[in-house]
């Protein structure tokens, strides 16, 4: 699964890191970020997170984080 986050949307508002902090956080900006831990070395999120990455992605009050894959 593949997280794509707009940072043009993102408010840094950590609806995402509540969520899912395993895989979410918010970086130095307070925009959203996918923790370096999270991914894969192919840069995919790992299937074990879909649901929780899925409703951190439905709970974005800027709809700012699309899951692919």
């Given at each position: 699964?593949?997280?794509?986050?707009?940072?043009?949307?993102?408010?840094?508002?950590?609806?995402?890191?509540?969520?899912?902090?395993?895989?979410?956080?918010?970086?130095?900006?307070?925009?959203?970020?996918?923790?370096?831990?999270?991914?894969?070395?192919?840069?995919?999120?790992?299937?074990?997170?879909?649901?929780?990455?899925?409703?951190?992605?439905d709970g974005c009050p800027?709809?700012?984080?699309?899951?692919?894959?």
């Open positions: 699964m593949r997280i794509d986050i707009d940072r043009t949307l993102c408010e840094g508002n950590a609806v995402c890191e509540a969520l899912a902090p395993m895989v979410f956080d918010l970086d130095d900006s307070d925009q959203a970020r996918v923790l370096p831990e999270a991914l894969r070395p192919d840069g995919t999120v790992n299937d074990e997170h879909r649901m929780l990455v899925e409703r951190a992605a800027r709809l700012a984080i699309t899951v692919t894959g």
